[in-house]
């Protein structure tokens, strides 16, 4: 079985983690947050850094990321994004290419047509 495979079914296991959690879910796990400052180049060895804060609940919560990889075309400062790996140190150490952003029309109610 390959890499590939394997982290595929971990993400269908995975349940999407809010930053003020994350320290209750140690090992693997899928954190979804609103991306606030941005710094870095993901293909650097120092990686891309940004921070990402609570989408509901307590809008303090934030836990820094370091990535590494493909950075989606979406991706900006107060996007909602989704990204796997797990907590080390205080940061959230993100798998290789497992950044997706999510688009907020897909989110919104359609348009009526009157």
Known sequence: MSSTTTRRRSWNATPQIPP??????????????????SRGDSHSPEGLRFVLRNVTGHPAARTPVVYHGSVPDPYQVGREVVVT????????????????T?????????????
């Open 102 to 114: 999510k688009c907020p029309s897909k989110y919104q109610p359609a348009k009526s047509k009157t």
């Open 85 to 100: 790996g797990s907590l080390s140190n205080g940061t959230f150490v993100a798998d290789t290419d497992s950044l997706s």
């Open 20 to 37: 003020p959690d994350l320290a209750r879910h140690p090992g693997h796990g899928l954190l979804v947050g609103k991306v606030v400052p």
